[in-house]
């Protein structure tokens, strides 16, 4: 048992020790993965933003070629009539189409950049009207480049400006004459929002994340939430935001300022959700030149959502691993509280039953002593009856003759039958007593057992006080049992007489029940689980005794066939009486049992198999 124990303990300890070296080989490789996966998702990154960056480039280079394309096929003359809807398609239109709603307006300036007219292109009709002046002088007066256009008449487009958090770009296109002189400009606003909206706004990454787009001042100019456009992304996010941290966002900042092209990991929060959360990112950017502006083109995405699957799985598989060690660490427990347990039940169990044992030996001591009892009290009951029939012999034989001598006197003689019919009761019951206390073998015979019964009960009935009421029902005919009529007439008598005694000091009519009748299945099949035996023989009958006394509690029925057990007092009774009835039925193995219930009387039972008769005859 010992060694089996010093097997189970290292095998516990090799796996506990496997474990534990597999969860720190798990530590390392969700390490090394981790520095992995952020390098790839940041590499991957950059060059979405390089692909980004090139098609933004490219995409302004475009829109300025649209207008550099009007300019050269529209002189000024001309846009006044294209204004006024002469023609059915007009190069406007041709201009606007493309653009999608990025620019509505195209104004035209005079050489010394004064406004000579606005035109405005309306997508739902898809007409070109002049704009009054004052509705379009913002775009002029917030542009800050415009007055380069003097100096550098080449200038593809100025700086993004803002307007109503929404942020713009002008671009210019100067007007030659024939000999190449400039008389003026044409000059189309830019909504950037709206060009986010059909160029980045579909740019989709598999888990959360967006582009953007800030200016050289670090200003944001293209940004997914509208409210984001114009903002610093330092100081006027800290005016919104005052709790939030923004320790990561500087050193970014100072990063991107510092260099072309990039990627690092910091930590920000997602501005289009409406209570954001500080998260983790992994960004790349790079910076293009636009025209006259300067612009840094961002991607980011979420950290952890890029990398879900694979952190996810090795975190899984390291909890998963410590789980494993943690119920081998609680099996361990549980096995060795079992073996204390265990131990402790062995130390219970030799107690118990050393225990046992000394109450078996108490219980043997006192049988023994009860055994011992018993046999004085038959040797002193033998001695008695045997006193009382030598008593009751001359008294039966003098009366006998005092009748031959009396017989003519009526009076006298029916006190002299009296006289004989009780001393010869009183021998029969003595003969009977000392029948009961031989231990010799006996004779049995075959008895009609309704017949026997019916005897039984008619001698004893004779000594139990008229003012009980005793109820017989016996079938005739119901067989043959083999054993001594005495045994039967002690057994009954025996029962009678407790049922007696149960009720004699009731108020309401002691009545007792005697009735001799089939055995039920229920109490065949008990009676063959107690005798196996009994099986060779098919029919069995029950003798019923009942009384309407009140009844035997349930905490004693187990007791009340000991030997001197009794709840009567010393004059009453000596506890040998449902003893009696218990040998008896243990000699004959027949089934006793008892139904009784508190105030509801005691049904005594015994079953006993029986020879029909006419399987007798044969």
Known sequence: MKKMNRIVNLM??????????????????????????????????????????????????????????????????????????????????????????????????????????????????????????TGVQQFLTADTSLNTLTKQPTLSNGQAYFIAKNAYLNFYQPIQSMEGKVQGFLLVPLNLQIFYKNFLEDYQLDYKGYPMIKNQDMRVI?????????????????KLFPNFDFSDLKRLENYQLTHDSGKLTYKSYWWDERQPAEVLKIGAFKWIEVGADRWVVSINADYNERNNEIFNFIIILICLLLLLLLLILIFSLFIHNFRKKESIEEENRQLIEHQKQQKMQHELEFELYQRNKMETVGLLTTSIVHDMINFLTPIIGNTELLLEEYEHKALLKEDLE???????????????????????????????????????????????????????????????????????????????????????????????????????????????????????????????????????????????????????????????????????????????????????????????????????SK
Not at 13 to 33: E, R
Not at 223 to 237: K, N, S, T, Y
């Open 12 to 133: 516990i300890a090799a796996t506990m020790l496997f474990i534990l070296i597999s969860a720190i080989f798990a530590f390392y490789g969700f390490s090394v993965i981790r520095k992995t996966t952020t390098a790839s998702g940041q590499d991957f990154l950059l060059q979405s933003t390089q692909y980004a960056a090139k098609i933004i480039q490219l995409s302004m280079e475009n829109r300025h070629q649209l207008l550099e394309e009007l300019a050269q096929h529209t002189q000024p003359e001309q846009l006044q009539t294209a204004a006024e809807g002469k023609q059915a398609s007009t190069p406007l239109q041709t201009f606007f189409q493309p653009l999608h709603s990025e620019a509505t307006y195209l104004l035209l300036l005079d050489a010394d950049l004064q406004l000579k007219a606005a035109y405005q292109f309306h997508k739902e009709t898809q007409q070109i009207t002049t704009s009054p002046k």
């Open 222 to 238: 293209i940004h997914p939430v509208a409210e984001q456009i114009g903002l610093d992304i330092i100081e006027d996010r800290q």
């Open 418 to 616: 009296e006289i004989l019919k009780s001393a010869q009761k009183g021998q029969r019951l003595a003969n009977n007593v000392l029948r009961f206390s031989k231990s010799q073998g006996s004779t049995q015979a075959w008895l009609d057992i309704s017949a026997a019964v019916q005897e039984a009960v008619q001698r004893i009935a004779e000594i139990i006080p008229d003012k009980v009421q005793i109820n017989v029902t016996l079938e005739a005919d119901l067989g043959w049992s083999k054993l001594e009529e005495v045994d039967l007439q002690n057994l009954i008598y025996n029962l009678i007489t407790n049922a007696y005694q149960a009720t004699k000091n009731q108020a309401a009519e002691p009545k007792i029940f005697i009735s001799l009748h089939p055995a039920s299945k229920e109490q065949i099949k008990q009676l063959f689980k107690q005798q196996p035996l009994m099986k060779s023989y098919q029919t069995f009958v029950t003798l019923e005794i009942a009384d309407n006394g009140p009844g035997i509690p349930p905490a004693i029925q187990s007791k009340i066939f000991q030997p001197f057990f009794t709840t009567k007092t010393a004059d009453e009774g000596t506890g040998l009486g449902l003893f009696a009835v218990a040998s008896i039925s243990a000699k004959y193995e027949w089934l006793l049992t008892i139904d009784s219930q508190e105030q509801a009387g005691a049904h005594f039972l015994i079953t006993l198999p029986v020879v029909p008769t006419a399987e007798l």
